[in-house]
């Protein structure tokens, strides 16, 4: 099946990026990410994410009887 060419704007009409902000999350994004996704029955046990590194935190394998994290590589 072929793409069909636009022939016209009428879809893109509706989308105004007039107020964009290029790279607004660029430094952010390079920084690095990372991301783990808990399990359905897990996550049920948190409100939300800070409630998660909050307990993480204080629980992980990387910290020591002070609170102080490992440094990590």
Avoid: W
Avoid at 10 to 30: C, I, L, M, T
């Amino acid at each position: 099946m072929k793409k069909g060419t636009r022939r016209n704007n009428e879809v893109r009409d509706h989308y105004d990026f007039s107020g964009g902000v290029r790279v607004k999350y660029a430094d952010r994004y390079a920084e690095g990410t990372n991301v783990v996704v808990l399990d359905p029955d897990i996550a049920r046990l948190f409100p939300n994410g800070q409630a998660v590194n909050e307990d993480a935190a204080g629980s992980g394998p990387n910290c020591s009887d002070t609170g102080a994290k490992a440094n990590r590589h």
